[in-house]
């Protein structure tokens, strides 16, 4: 083996590499900076392209040197080679995928060997520079056989000086990355764990005397009338004279001097917020050198417990992001990037928390362009660490360590593990060095304004070492760490360099208390909230709610921004999730728990988001409308209309629109005249759109949208049951019930007291009993109640009549049943007294009571399922949609009349589960059924069964049923996002121990 062992040397961080610097592309004095790429710059040499590669299982199998490798493929840089088809896709969230034994890494170790060769024009007294933006995990850089250096940290850059190592002309470069190292202990961050050069590799041409870092410090006065600018530069060797230009938004040139000390102020500048991102740019040149930044004026400030902005309280919208592509891994370009954010400010997002590590280098710049709020994030997380000693402590305990000292009742070495690499001397260069380098490469990007230490890794010195060096190097930001708040060892933790109290996945109500205690004195951040795995987020609304409730909450950002997925090796036309490439440990599909999914389309849960982070609201009050601006910076006069109609049962009988002068925080009456009550459910629409178009939206685009009912009357349609007519014919056995009126025919099953067949002129109207129903098919968010629900049966419930009667009367046979839903080994689960009754021509009218003990947990849900012939189930409803909605997550759908049919209303979900259902829906009519109900119910209809969406682990295992079904419910419980958050809450379960219900049935001629 050729190369030496800093891998598992926590003190060798980087051999012969540059010191951390600012991001930066110089290009040649006279080159055109408007619209520059850094691609564009003469002094820049892409390295990226076909290289050769060689994969070896391990360091071991190295030859000697490096000119006795032979290589076997070409492999693109940059890229992963888990994309490239060597090794193995691995998804771990928590465990680390190797021995807990730091600082050492397994023996058998992959690594790849990269060679290439380049051209290059070498020049007396200039000095090259080689980049590497990313390489997981660590790498040995050759140049024409000779050893350059060696660096680690995946996720930032490392940067080495090559001139004394290059020749003009031909030149080789031959690189050897691990697949781990000691850094790895530090990136155990929730995602597939892949490999290689992923990030750009380039050559910089520099001055002999080059400007090799510089921090462009602005500030605002407190009224933001006067805007000050001082640049701090630090030369290879002495400091020299720069020429500086400074350009305002517009492109007017405003200032232009020649200093070693760039110091200036000036009046009345333009702010940059994330709405308004106004950017100047300063250039400095000297030599033939000159350097473009954007740059941007604002005020970050915490004054009373609140985040200020610019002097204005914000809220952040946030989510949480990884480089990530289902295609090429790590590797995202600008073009991927930028659809993202299109995506993101499309869906009112605007700010990202760099999740777990900084994102690609120019990632801030777009940032700085378009309007996003940044944390940005060291590449740090230990979370191994600290579930090994979870796992070897009872769980109840580790809870209850949360801001106290009850660590005495934790063995200690199990403490250790939980605070290991935040306390252990060993590894704080490491910890400092991460920090080091996410805050010098992104110091002089407007869009961050907070930075964060990491995540998940425990605290203790170490951390406070980072904490208090961020803030003597860049005291203009705040900065972030949610572990600093649990109390983990004897050490007592050092909060005085945070400047907020953070928490993950706390409820709403944790939230009121915190701020009900007056000696909590730090803004409230969730930096990870509403988790988004699967059909998810129904707690948006809730947590919008609960930060407009209280000044000193400042937001959160939602986990998280895209599911992590790769396609499949075995199946390349599907994603893959934990455990389908055939790795072990694994975490299954908790890495798909995003609002996009991998290639960006957008799942339900960001249209709820989006509507719930509607830029404006609107509410009724004494007969007016009101509205108010959420927005921070920006009147609404400035960017949108709005369009509103009147709808009467579904039917727009009025519209128009107008635009409307309201300041932000502000409220105003709209100039709206509401329309008298003429017994119809009659509603306002009122539809946010874009006035002119942005950098990255369309003109009318929607931004949000509001639906005030007016009126309920009409809510329901009438269920008018005719008379008598026609002869019922019965005919009663011991087992069966058979009713025949006219061509319809109905037959019940006294021993469930269900309906086993309906039929219209002999031809099936259902294909299976009309059974009562309490099971869904398990969402993630119902991981852990899933298990309850399962051992109380709820999955397995049949039904057991114990009286069934039936009398005559005018409107038709009335029949009284008095039946249970039971499961094997379990007590009575439900039980019901059901009135059918039967009318004319197809009518049925079901009402029933339904009672439960109060011990057995909440429902799924409760009502009917209907199997019913394919091509019977076109048609239309009346509910909210069209997308997908529930009692906790209905803001992204309107109340409407909807076309219906089972195909079109499945939402697909890479693992099946519960999906598709309509909240509040007032009627569904289908080719041989009409149905509708005493109050508001819930439905959906698909053509898969649920207990096929329970058994399938992946959606393209899902076979259809023969039949399409129609579940109509009662009610079904809310789907919260508990697969790792709060449980859901009380008033979103279907907890009811005693309750009625009663739905009208109209069946009809199939063929009409």
């Not at 590797?331 to 997002?349: C, G, P």
């Not at 114990?802 to 008095?818: C, R, V």
């Amino acid at each position: 083996m050729f190369i030496h062992r800093y891998f598992e040397d926590p003190q060798a961080l980087h051999i012969n590499t540059t010191p951390h610097h600012a991001y930066f592309i110089p290009q040649k004095c006279g080159q055109k900076w408007e619209n520059f790429e850094p691609e564009q710059s003469l002094f820049y040499l892409s390295l990226n392209g076909y290289w050769d590669f060689r994969y070896y299982l391990s360091p071991q199998e190295l030859p000697e040197s490096p000119n006795e490798v032979n290589f076997e493929a070409k492999i693109p840089v940059p890229s992963n080679w888990q994309t490239q088809g060597y090794d193995r896709h691995h998804y771990t969230n928590i465990n680390y995928p190797f021995p807990f034994d730091p600082p050492y890494v397994p023996q058998n170790n992959p690594c790849g060997i990269y060679r290439r060769t380049f051209e290059l024009n070498k020049k007396e007294n200039k000095h090259y520079l080689l980049n590497f933006e990313g390489v997981d995990s660590c790498l040995y850089v050759y140049i024409n056989q000779t050893f350059v250096g060696y660096g680690q940290i995946s996720h930032s850059t490392n940067e080495f000086d090559i001139t004394d190592f290059v020749q003009a002309g031909n030149n080789e470069i031959f690189v050897v990355v691990l697949k781990w190292c000691d850094g790895s202990y530090l990136e155990d961050q929730d995602k597939f764990r892949m490999s290689g050069i992923f990030r750009d590799v380039y050559i910089l041409e520099r001055e002999a005397n080059y400007l090799q870092d510089f921090f462009i410090r602005t500030d605002l006065s407190p009224n933001l009338n006067n805007a000050q600018i001082k640049v701090e530069t630090k030369f290879l060797e002495n400091n020299q004279n720069i020429d500086y230009a400074l350009y305002d938004p517009s492109g007017k040139l405003l200032i232009q001097q020649q200093t070693d000390k760039f110091e200036i102020s000036f009046d009345n500048p333009e702010t940059w917020n994330a709405e308004n991102p106004r950017l100047y740019t300063l250039i400095m040149s000297y030599g033939q050198e000159q350097i473009v930044q954007r740059l941007g004026f604002r005020r970050i400030q915490i004054e009373n417990g609140i985040l200020l902005f610019n002097g204005q309280p914000i809220k952040f919208r946030g989510v949480n992001r990884h480089d990530s592509d289902p295609v090429t891994g790590y590797h995202i370009s600008r073009t991927q990037a930028v659809r993202d954010l299109q995506l993101m400010k499309a869906h009112n997002i605007n700010a990202i928390r760099t999740a777990h590590y900084p994102n690609a280098p120019w990632f801030s710049e777009l940032c700085d362009r378009y309007g996003f709020y940044l944390i940005g994030e060291s590449d740090i997380e230990s979370h191994g660490s600290s579930m090994l000693a979870v796992r070897q402590t009872e769980p109840s305990i580790f809870l209850n360590v949360k801001n106290s000292y009850e660590h005495e009742r934790i063995r200690q070495d199990n403490i250790d593990n939980l605070c290991y690499f935040a306390r252990d001397p060993q590894f704080k260069e490491a910890l400092l060095d991460r920090t080091y380098a996410n805050v010098e490469r992104d110091k002089n990007r407007t869009s961050v304004i907070i930075w964060s230490l990491g995540n998940e890794s425990g605290y203790g010195e170490n951390f406070e070492a980072c904490a208090a060096w961020v803030k003597s190097r860049d005291p203009g930001r705040l900065v972030h760490y949610e572990s600093s708040i649990y109390q983990h060892s004897a050490h007592r933790n050092d909060l005085s360099n945070l400047d907020f109290y953070s928490e993950m996945y706390a409820a709403t109500e944790d939230l009121d208390a915190y701020f009900a205690n007056p000696a909590n004195l730090k803004p409230f951040m969730l930096c990870e909230y509403s988790h988004a795995m699967g059909n998810s987020n129904g707690d948006a609304e809730d947590y919008f709610q609960a930060f407009h409730r209280h000044p000193g909450s400042c937001g959160g950002f939602v986990w998280e921004w895209c599911d992590h997925a790769p396609y499949r090796d075995d199946k390349p036309e599907h994603f893959g999730y934990g455990g389908d490439f055939g790795e072990s440990p694994h975490d299954g599909n908790f890495c798909v728990d995003g609002l996009v999914s991998p290639d960006r389309i957008p799942h339900t849960n960001l249209l709820e988001l989006k509507n719930v982070n509607r830029p404006v609201r609107a509410w009724l009050e004494q007969g007016k409308v009101y509205i108010k601006n959420y927005l921070d910076f920006t009147n609404l006069k400035e960017i949108l209309t709005i369009r509103y109609s009147f709808s009467e049962n579904g039917k727009v009988i009025n519209q128009s629109e107008l635009q409307i002068d309201c300041a932000p925080h502000q409220i105003q009456v709209l100039d709206i005249a509401l329309p008298a009550d003429n017994g119809n459910l009659c509603w306002l629409n009122l539809d946010y759109v874009l006035t002119q178009p942005t950098d990255l939206l369309s003109k009318n685009h929607l931004l949000g949208f509001d639906q005030l009912i007016i009126f309920k009357q009409g809510a329901l349609p009438a269920q008018i049951f005719k008379n008598k007519t026609g002869h019922f014919k019965i005919q009663d056995t011991a087992q069966t019930l058979k009713i025949c009126q006219g061509d319809f025919s109905y037959e019940l099953d006294k021993n469930k007291g269900i309906f086993s067949r309906i039929t219209y002129r002999e031809q099936n109207l259902i294909e299976q009993p009309l059974d009562f129903n309490i099971w869904r098919a398990p969402l993630d968010n119902d991981r852990l109640i899933r298990q309850s629900w399962q051992q109380a049966g709820y999955d397995k419930t049949y039904s057991r009549a114990y009286q069934i009667n039936w009398i005559e009367k005018n409107e038709g046979i009335l029949i009284q049943a008095n039946l249970a839903l039971l499961a094997v080994s379990q007590g009575r689960i439900l039980n019901l007294a059901v009135n059918y009754l039967l009318g004319a021509d197809g009518q049925m009218k079901i009402s029933l009571r339904a009672t439960r003990p109060e011990h057995l947990p909440y429902l799924p849900r409760f009502g009917l399922r209907f199997f019913l012939p394919k091509g019977q189930t076109q048609g239309q409803y009346f509910g909210y949609g069209p997308q997908e909605s529930y009692v906790d997550k209905h803001h992204l759908a309107k109340l409407g009349i909807y076309p219906l049919n089972a195909t079109d209303n499945y939402v697909d979900y890479l693992k099946p589960q519960e999906n598709g259902s309509h909240y509040g829906s007032r009627y569904i009519t289908l080719n041989s059924l009409h149905v509708s109900a005493d109050q508001p119910f819930s439905f959906n209809l698909l053509p898969y069964s649920q207990e096929e969406l329970t058994t399938k682990a992946h959606n393209y295992e899902l076979k259809e049923s023969p039949w399409d079904i129609l579940c109509l419910d009662y009610k079904m419980s809310g789907i919260g996002s508990n697969s790792c958050g709060p449980n859901l809450k009380e008033q979103y379960r279907l907890s009811e121990t005693d309750f009625n219900w009663g739905v009208f049935l109209q069946w009809s001629n199939p063929a009409r």
